[in-house]
């Protein structure tokens, strides 16, 4: 038993040796860690640094944080260095958070012209949809319309954005092209039956051709889908519904 007990103090030992050796070498680790975050933090801030990602990553957290005209001047070096790789980003920031759709649109056509050849995908979306939502923005319907056409035709109908089509028939909306546009909003229905944006504007284009049976019964859809909305912890989109305006739109409907 005593030999048991001997054992089991050196094992005992043994673990604590090993746990306080780890937590010094995490100690120190993270205190050299925090030193070379330092260090790299004050050659951007001096913009000493001769890499685009390392001025891009610095940029986020500003951009994130609302601080655009700290976060722009290192995005702006990080696209002087390397315009390629980083003026979709750029673009995607002043059409998403600043509501920039001129300086967004100048972004996505540089970038468009320096990659002939090659359909651009900043920060994952194709640049044809970036540029319709910021001609949806500054209100040219038509120009969101060829912009969409092509989308669909780069990406292919089964693969395209599903707000391409959502966006298709808010813009035949605001045209006057009612019918049309319900057309284009169950192009969306083919691809997701759960597509609140859709249904909502299919309750507002039948109500303005005067069929309010079926404009109720698509803004009954709408807020039973409401969940499945296109929405972002981070930005509003164009696009956003929102329930309080489904229920005053189902209201009127009622009323009438």
Same mark, same amino acid.
């Given at each position: 038993?005593?030999?048991?007990?001997?054992?089991?103090?050196?094992?005992?030992?043994?673990?604590?040796?090993?746990?306080?050796?780890?937590?010094?070498?995490?100690?120190?680790?993270?205190?050299?860690?925090?030193?070379?975050?330092?260090?790299?933090?004050?050659?951007?801030?001096?913009?000493?640094?001769?890499?685009?990602?390392?001025?891009?990553?610095?940029?986020?957290?500003?951009?994130?944080?609302?601080?655009?005209?700290?976060?722009?001047?290192?995005?702006?070096?990080?696209?002087?260095?390397?315009?390629?790789?980083?003026?979709?980003?750029?673009?995607?920031?002043?059409?998403?958070?600043?509501?920039?759709?001129?300086?967004?649109?100048?972004?996505?056509?540089?970038?468009?012209?320096?990659?002939?050849?090659?359909?651009?995908?900043?920060?994952?979306?194709?640049?044809?949809?970036?540029?319709?939502?910021?001609?949806?923005?500054?209100?040219?319907?038509?120009?969101?319309?060829?912009?969409?056409?092509?989308?669909?035709?780069?990406?292919?109908?089964?693969?395209?954005? =599903? &707000?391409?089509?959502?966006?298709?028939?808010?813009? %035949? #909306?605001?045209?006057?092209?009612?019918?049309?546009? *319900?057309? @284009? /909003?169950?192009?969306?229905?083919?691809?997701?039956?759960?597509?609140?944006?859709?249904?909502?504007?299919?309750?507002?284009?039948?109500?303005?051709?005067?069929?309010?049976?079926?404009?109720?019964?698509?803004?009954?859809?709408?807020?039973?889908? =409401? &969940?499945?909305?296109?929405?972002?912890?981070?930005? %509003? #989109?164009?696009?956003?519904?929102?329930?309080?305006? *489904?229920? @005053? /739109?189902?209201?009127?409907?009622?009323?009438?």
């Amino acid at each position: 038993m005593k030999k048991f007990f001997k054992i089991f103090g050196y094992i005992v030992g043994a673990v604590l040796v090993i746990a306080i050796g780890f937590g010094i070498y995490l100690y120190f680790w993270n205190e050299n860690r925090i030193e070379k975050s330092k260090e790299l933090s004050q050659r951007i801030e001096n913009f000493e640094s001769e890499d685009s990602d390392e001025y891009m990553e610095y940029s986020v957290h500003l951009n994130k944080a609302g601080d655009f005209e700290n976060g722009f001047k290192y995005l702006n070096k990080a696209v002087e260095l390397d315009p390629k790789l980083h003026l979709g980003y750029r673009g995607w920031i002043r059409l998403r958070k600043m509501r920039d759709f001129d300086k967004a649109l100048e972004d996505f056509d540089r970038l468009d012209s320096l990659t002939p050849n090659f359909v651009d995908a900043p920060w994952g979306e194709d640049i044809d949809f970036l540029r319709a939502e910021c001609y949806y923005g500054k209100k040219d319907y038509q120009k969101t319309i060829d912009l969409l056409n092509r989308s669909i035709k780069n990406q292919k109908e089964d693969w395209a954005d =599903i &707000h391409s089509f959502v966006y298709l028939g808010l813009c %035949e #909306f605001e045209l006057g092209n009612f019918e049309k546009a *319900i057309s @284009e /909003f169950q192009r969306a229905l083919k691809q997701s039956e759960y597509v609140p944006e859709s249904f909502f504007g299919m309750a507002k284009a039948y109500q303005k051709i005067g069929q309010i049976e079926k404009a109720k019964e698509n803004i009954l859809k709408a807020e039973n889908n =409401i &969940h499945y909305k296109r929405d972002d912890i981070y930005n %509003e #989109f164009l696009n956003e519904i929102y329930m309080s305006e *489904i229920q @005053e /739109f189902k209201q009127l409907l009622n009323n009438k």
